[in-house]
């Protein structure tokens, strides 16, 4: 099997991506360790996985826990970091509150930076590589979302960077721009009474049939660029959106 023996960490596994995620790689062969802040939902999905996994609850907002993460899942070592936790909030920005624009980039950039210092180590021990969850929001303005945008336009920054200063180590750092995809935070509704123009949240619809994306797409795409089968890819923001962003 593809990633038989391999240590792997993905965040954000209760739900959605993360969750699809787990269960794709842990029906490769690899030994995963699931996070996420909500601990119930963890264990849904360890319970959908080929193999028993390291249920380990973090708060992304604390970056304490995001490191003692990594260290539950490198007792042994580490082969492949997926940064999948994320959120979003969205509205009209001269109703947004500063307080959530910080929350968002905290959850969204700033732990997956310390997720990935914290690997680092680890994976320079492995020549193992990292996966992150950026978005087409990191790619293109958004109307209404802009701190989201900020925060995956961050982490697209933070993949490239990270890509070069670790290359020569044998570490490969790479993104995964989706689209709309069927979860939970896909479904966040603006907050009430703002004033939306749906027109300019409609302007980037998937232009394929049927062209939202499910979480298991996603999924075979951190599968792909995990393994040895993208040995030469690094630096890269991967789109998937069913022709979103085509024009
Ligand atoms: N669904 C989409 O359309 C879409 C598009 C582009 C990018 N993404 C990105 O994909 C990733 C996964 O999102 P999803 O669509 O599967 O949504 P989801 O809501 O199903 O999953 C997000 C997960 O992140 C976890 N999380 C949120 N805040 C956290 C915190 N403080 N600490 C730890 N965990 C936390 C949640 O508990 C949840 O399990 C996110 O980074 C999101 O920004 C999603």
């Not at 909500?38 to 996994?53: D, F, I, K, R």
């Not at 907050?191 to 939202?212: C, F, H, I, Q, Y």
Request: with cysteine; glycine share 10%; charged share 20%.
């Amino acid at each position: 099997m593809e990633f038989e023996g391999k240590k792997v960490l993905i965040t954000g596994a209760a739900s959605g991506i993360g969750r699809a995620t787990a269960i794709r790689f842990a029906a490769a062969g690899a030994q995963v360790t699931i996070g996420d802040i909500n601990a119930a939902g963890l264990e849904e999905t360890a319970g959908m996985m080929a193999s028993t996994p390291k249920v380990v609850p973090y708060d992304a907002c604390d970056f304490d826990s995001c490191r003692a993460l990594v260290d539950a899942a490198a007792t042994d070592g580490l082969d492949v970091l997926c940064n999948i936790s994320g959120m979003i909030k969205w509205g009209p920005s001269l109703d947004f509150a500063v307080e959530d624009f910080e929350r968002i980039l905290k959850v969204n950039t700033t732990s997956v930076f310390v997720l990935c210092q914290a690997a680092l180590p680890h994976l320079v021990k492995s020549k193992g590589n990292i996966v992150n969850t950026a978005s087409t929001a990191a790619l293109q303005g958004l109307a209404y979302t802009i701190a989201y945008s900020a925060s995956k336009h961050a982490v697209a920054a933070i993949t490239k960077g990270l890509a070069i200063e670790f290359a020569a180590k044998g570490v490969r750092v790479n993104a995964i721009c989706p689209g709309h995809v069927d979860t939970p935070l896909a479904a966040t509704p603006p907050p009430t009474g703002g004033d939306v123009d749906w027109s300019l949240v409609m302007r980037n619809a998937p232009k394929l049939e049927n062209g939202s994306c499910e979480p298991l797409d996603i999924a075979e795409m951190f599968a792909y660029l995990a393994s040895e089968r993208a040995r030469k890819v690094t630096g890269s923001l991967f789109t998937i959106d069913g022709g979103q962003l085509a024009g």
